[in-house]
């Protein structure tokens, strides 16, 4: 199910990043892209031909909310990475799905796997 999907990922600890990608690609999906300034990683949400998103919530101490605000608009679905949980995770936004760190990659899989389950 995850396998051709598009993904954007935004992280900004190069290093988790990198593993992130290759916990992606692992499962047959394309890394897009891998952002992690705010304003880049919401033009790339606001434009890019995309399946879905990985979206670390703190980015050097911005919140990522405007990137999930662009995916919603365009009907693009994302999951949240944080180290708090879903309680990391701002009310309003608690509907996506959360990929709590550190995080494995049978947690990466089982994410996305919700994330593009039919009837989601």
Known sequence: MVAGKRILLVEDEALIAILLEDMVAALGATVVGVEAQLDAAIAR???EDLDGAILDVN??????YGVADALRLRGIPYVFATGYGEFGVDQSHRDA??????YSDADVAQALETLFAPGR
């Open 45 to 47: 949400a606001e434009t």
């Open 59 to 64: 980015l050097g101490g911005q919140r990522s």
């Open 97 to 102: 799905p959360v990929l709590v760190k550190p």
